[in-house]
């Protein structure tokens, strides 16, 4: 019991901390360092009361037993991370979001082809296409070839609705005014209006790294080579190895953050004069 | 009457160009297995005979469009509902624990959401864990989250619909904070001078302001919670469900099973959406909203 209690005072601490932060004049760093006593907090408690309650590592272990594993098995962690996240997701993401800018410059020139694909694109974009999964592997093999084949079908609709959507951004006055410095299409576009679809072509390259990293590994569960993040995750869950399911998931979820992070900054770097970046 | 087919027909022309591609590649896709019999047959194909084979295989690489509705056919329709083979059944479990799921997922969502508004410490601690949370990817817990609950001793619906509650529960609070944030400092300034408190001012103006974000995130909340049952019944695929059915054909290799599961499951999908965006619709005209 003592650890139980322990684990309340650490939570007592971590948001008294927090909400002194909070009635403190804001500074900059109020809300990363909130955030991060916050993770702490939790991960001590998650501690804490695993030890205290004496829960079966089978079923949950303590962070103290995920850290090693980690640490041990990076190897496998490696070949994974290069199975799932390089191979299958990175070609998946560039070949689906390039496919998709380049098919919105060719329909943003028809209005008609606009208003025929954005309702089934819409649509598209709300369906289970996780569930494609198993055909792709049909088509394509159990190689990364298919996960990658998931991913281009995930990632497409949403890409594709948010450049016509971009594209779409500038207003008439700013078109008009490049027509009368006699700018003909290819130069209206891009020095007006891909930049003017920057922050929401960034905006669905955003949502695509989240999709991308999930449809590469849900597709492993259908069917995967000896190796890759979904693999391990699934086989791992099948064989009580809870202690390196958690570690695969912390590489998942360092992946797919430090993915967004790396979009996020160079959409700072390319739309720095959008008034949201701009301070 | 003309402005809805100027809408309209553009669509048409997509989703026949698309049937027509479809039927196309169903021929390219399932040729080497016509050729296969065939050669073992020792018979010629002319063409139209090669493309009436790869349409009527019975188990295709790419099944007909007109092949697949005949299967959901046959699998709605014709069979009892508590056969183990009929959709109708599979697509229940699976509508059940969505349904379930996105319940959950949205009240705690708008819960929390008001937390984060309405607390400064929660806003700097939590805000920034649910923004990182959205880009890890959620669905490789699933298998994780479902032995836990498992081991616990829960088992049946509520697993499947923890994992589509836990999906449905990020759209919610993002665009519930958005919303609860967006009357202007003009109009809360306005009511604090009519001397109402904060609970007035949460259920007179921040609530009803936030209507207009919460439906968007409903509807995208309603599309995930169905994807995280799907992914859910994967790994619970011995109580059935559409992702239990997708998984069991890919085992025997039954592509139409496949293809109509998946079909259902997307008609599932658009049906849910287009309610959310009716009851958006609707509430929206009834509050004054409407465009």
């Known amino acids: ?279 | 009457m003309r402005k809805i087919w100027h809408n309209v027909f553009p669509v048409l022309v997509v989703v026949t160009a698309i049937m027509v591609l479809w039927y196309a590649f169903s021929v390219v896709l399932n040729k080497n297995w016509a050729y296969d019999k065939s050669t073992r047959g020792g018979y010629e194909l002319s063409f139209s005979e090669l493309v009436a084979d790869t349409w009527t295989q019975k188990k295709p690489h790419l099944p007909t469009p007109d092949q697949i509705v005949v299967e959901i056919w046959k699998t709605t329709v014709e069979k009892k509902v508590t056969s183990v083979r009929s959709l109708v059944r599979h697509g229940w479990i699976t509508l059940s624990a969505t349904l379930l799921g996105f319940v959950f997922g949205t009240c705690f969502g708008i819960i929390l959401a008001v937390g984060i508004v309405y607390n400064k410490a929660m806003n700097n601690s939590v805000m920034p864990w649910v923004i990182a949370s959205q880009t890890i990817p959620i669905l490789a817990l699933a298998p994780m989250i479902i032995l836990l609950l498992n081991a616990g001793g829960i088992t049946g619906i509520v697993p499947k619909a923890s994992i589509a509650a836990y999906l449905s529960f990020f759209p919610v609070v993002v665009g519930m904070v958005k919303g609860l944030r967006s009357p202007e400092a003009m109009m809360v300034d306005q009511i604090h001078t009519w001397s109402a408190n904060k609970m007035q001012t949460f259920w007179k103006l921040r609530l009803p302001s936030s209507v207009p974000y919460l439906f968007p995130s409903l509807k995208v909340g309603i599309a995930a919670s169905l994807v995280g049952a799907i992914v859910a019944e994967l790994t619970l695929s011995q109580d059935g469900g559409l992702g239990a059915r997708i998984l069991q054909a890919n085992y025997v290799g039954a592509t139409m099973l496949i293809w109509s599961a998946l079909i259902v499951a997307a008609a599932l999908a658009a049906t849910l959406v287009a309610l959310m965006g009716l009851a958006d619709r609707i509430v929206s005209k009834r509050m004054g909203f409407s465009r």
Request: hydrophobic share 55%; with cysteine; charged share 10%.
């Open chain 1, 1 to 279: 019991m003592t650890y139980v209690f322990m684990a309340i005072l650490v939570w007592g601490v971590g948001w008294g901390i927090n909400i002194a932060i909070s009635r403190r004049k804001s500074s900059r760093w109020a809300s990363p360092i909130s955030a991060v006593i916050f993770g702490i907090t939790f991960i001590a408690m998650w501690e804490l009361i695993g030890t205290g309650l004496e829960v079966s590592p089978i079923i949950l272990p303590l962070p103290s037993a995920i850290g090693p594993t980690f640490v041990n098995s990076l190897p496998i962690m490696w070949a994974d991370f290069v199975q799932t996240f390089v191979k299958s997701a990175l070609s998946g993401f560039a070949m689906g979001c390039g496919g998709a800018f380049l098919v919105s410059l060719a329909i943003d020139r028809s209005d008609f082809l606009q208003r025929g694909l954005l309702p089934v694109g819409n649509f598209v974009a709300a369906l289970p296409i996780i569930g494609m999964a198993p055909i792709m592997v049909m088509w394509f093999g159990f190689d990364w070839q298919s996960k990658a084949a998931v991913v281009v079908i995930m990632v497409f609709f949403p890409m594709l609705v948010n450049t016509v959507k971009g594209l779409q951004a500038s207003e008439v006055m700013q078109r008009d005014l490049m027509r009368t410095y006699a700018a003909g299409y290819w130069k209206t576009l891009f020095y007006l209006r891909l930049p003017a679809a920057a922050p929401f072509i960034f905006n669905g390259l955003k949502i695509c790294t989240t999709l991308a990293l999930i449809g590469a590994i849900v597709a492993e569960f259908f069917g995967s080579p000896t190796v890759g993040m979904g693999f391990r995750i699934s086989t791992g869950a099948g064989r009580f190895e809870l202690d390196l399911v958690w570690a695969e998931i912390v590489v998942a979820a360092i992946a797919g953050s430090a993915f967004y992070g790396l979009v996020v900054l160079i959409e700072r770097a390319a739309t720095f004069w959008h008034p949201s970046i701009r301070k």
